[in-house]
């Protein structure tokens, strides 16, 4: 059982639809990234880019969950 979680009574529990939301995820992550740049300054981040490193990552992660 891997990349799951258990719920009572002992029983696997399964994602939600906000875990393959990829709106729910961009909104996330830029969030993350204001508040960074507030907190510690717009010079706290390491550059993404077009932000592909973090979608190759998503993508690499929900393609394990469903192997």
């Known amino acids: 059982m891997n990349g799951a979680y258990i719920t009572d009574p002992g029983k696997v529990g399964g994602e939600t ?3 393959d939301d ?5 909104n996330v992550w830029s969030l993350c990234e204001n508040l960074i ?12 880019g077009d932000k ?16």
């Open 37 to 48: 740049k507030e907190k510690l300054g717009s010079d706290a981040l390491y550059s993404w």
């Open 17 to 19: 639809s906000q875990a």
């Open 22 to 26: 990829m709106q729910l995820a961009e």
């Open 52 to 67: 592909a490193q973090y979608y190759a990552f998503y993508d690499l992660y929900h393609k394990s969950r469903k192997l």
